[in-house]
């Protein structure tokens, strides 16, 4: 399945993709910029090491999210976030509705739990706490 | 085979470890004062991640194992 594909079949899957690419790359100015935080410790470096982390982190929540998706997929037995024939879901969630459902609801919780990490980041920067 | 399983490896410690380890260092950076010791730790292990993540992947590709996608 080539890039255009991809998009067509499943745009999340092709926004991860590119996501995961540039976060690869970007992983090795991340490392710097916590060097630079670690070594010389300063306010420029320290403002430094918050912005690239939260760029760091926006950049790797397309990956969380799938990752969680995938996870769940299994754990409920493909009866949620996989991509198989309606009737053949409608049989898998009867079988495992429980698991179902509280995929569904995981997902959400570990998105707000994903998102916890940057506001208090954010925060503890802008009020001093951190 | 084994050389590009093993920088896939690599790579997959520090792209997961990475996405661990930045929530953590974002939540402990609210630790109180006497619990902040954690962070520095929590620091050296996302660097030691980031570098894994990156210069493994890298190395993945220019060994001809990326195939486009």
Same mark, same amino acid.
């Given at each position: 399945?080539?890039?255009?594909?991809?998009?067509?079949?499943?745009?999340?899957?092709?926004?991860?993709?590119?996501?995961?690419?540039?976060?690869?790359?970007?992983?090795?100015?991340?490392?710097?910029?916590?060097?630079?935080?670690?070594?010389?410790?300063?306010?420029? $470096?320290?403002? &430094?090491?918050?912005?690239? $982390? #939260?760029?760091?982190?926006?950049?790797? $929540?397309?990956?969380?999210?799938?990752?969680?998706?995938?996870? #769940?997929?299994?754990?409920?037995?493909?009866?949620?976030?996989?991509?198989?024939?309606?009737?053949?879901?409608?049989?898998?969630?009867?079988?495992?509705?429980?698991?179902?459902?509280?995929?569904?609801?995981?997902?959400?919780?570990?998105?707000?739990?994903?998102?916890?990490?940057?506001?208090?980041?954010?925060?503890?920067?802008?009020?001093?706490?951190? | 085979?084994?050389?590009?399983?093993?920088?896939?490896?690599?790579?997959?410690?520090?792209?997961?470890?990475?996405? &661990? #380890?930045?929530?953590?260092?974002?939540?402990? $950076?609210?630790?109180?004062?006497?619990?902040?010791?954690?962070?520095?730790?929590?620091?050296?292990?996302?660097?030691?991640?980031? #570098?894994?993540?990156?210069?493994?992947?890298?190395?993945?590709?220019?060994?001809?194992?990326?195939?486009?996608?």
């Amino acid at each position: 399945m080539n890039r255009q594909d991809l998009r067509r079949y499943d745009l999340e899957a092709w926004i991860h993709v590119h996501f995961y690419k540039i976060a690869s790359i970007y992983s090795i100015i991340e490392a710097l910029a916590i060097l630079a935080h670690i070594a010389a410790p300063s306010g420029i $470096t320290e403002a &430094i090491f918050r912005i690239s $982390t #939260l760029i760091y982190w926006a950049l790797l $929540t397309p990956s969380f999210y799938e990752l969680s998706k995938g996870f #769940l997929m299994i754990y409920s037995r493909g009866s949620a976030y996989s991509h198989i024939a309606e009737n053949i879901r409608e049989r898998l969630v009867r079988r495992y509705y429980s698991r179902a459902m509280l995929a569904r609801i995981a997902l959400y919780v570990a998105i707000v739990i994903w998102v916890v990490g940057p506001i208090a980041f954010i925060a503890g920067w802008l009020y001093g706490w951190g | 085979m084994a050389g590009v399983s093993r920088v896939m490896l690599f790579h997959y410690l520090g792209y997961f470890g990475s996405m &661990i #380890l930045i929530w953590l260092v974002m939540v402990a $950076t609210l630790l109180p004062h006497p619990m902040r010791i954690l962070l520095k730790p929590l620091e050296a292990l996302l660097l030691i991640a980031s #570098l894994l993540f990156g210069i493994f992947g890298v190395l993945y590709v220019m060994r001809g194992g990326h195939r486009g996608g």
